[in-house]
């Protein structure tokens, strides 16, 4: 199954829908999937502007926020594990990260109706001294990442929201709180 045209014009940009489309296209199988284009506000088409069907900005090729969702929705295909979310508008991809050794990457997306309010997140990482590189240790390193839904403007960087050090314990969990996850946002959370 092949879908040609993935993303709608009004969510082309949201980082927390598009990860709430590639979990779809997950779950239903698919083989592949390409990125539609669409207009932009301009009234252009971003199809045929050297843009990456919009992943990029016109004329100056800075990435916007939805090309940083796809470059780690791209790190996270290889060496997934399993993962889950409680809340249905919460979708989720857990990975040993392919750009950084030794580090698990957490991806999480928020999608839904524009009326949803922020929420508060608990991930939960489980069987932690099962990964090779951290079964000796009782404490992990902890970064979060921010992808804001900053629709069709630069996004130089992700936004760093948090660097800490967290106890690993008896059980071989962790648990890591995100207040204010914002509806069409998307967060990284990297263990190393």
Known sequence: IHINE?????????????????????????????????NESTGSSNC??????????????????????????????????ESSATLPEIVSFASLSSDSPQTVQILLGYFGDA???????????????????????????VEILRIPNSGENVLGQTELVSETEKDIDTSGSIAIDISKFNLKEAYIVKIF
């Open 115 to 141: 009326g949803a309010v922020p929420k508060n997140v608990q991930l939960t990482l489980k069987n932690l001294p099962s990964v090779t590189f951290l079964s000796s240790r009782k404490k992990v390193n």
């Open 48 to 81: 045929f502007n050297n843009t990456l069907a919009g992943l990029l900005v016109p004329n100056t090729n800075n990435p916007r926020a939805a090309w940083w969702t796809y470059r780690y929705y791209n790190l996270s295909t290889k060496d997934r594990v």
């Open 6 to 38: 993935m993303t709608s014009q009004s969510e082309q940009f949201a980082p927390g829908s598009i990860l709430a489309f590639f979990s779809a296209l997950e779950k239903g199988k698919a083989d592949a999937a390409c990125r539609a284009c669409w």
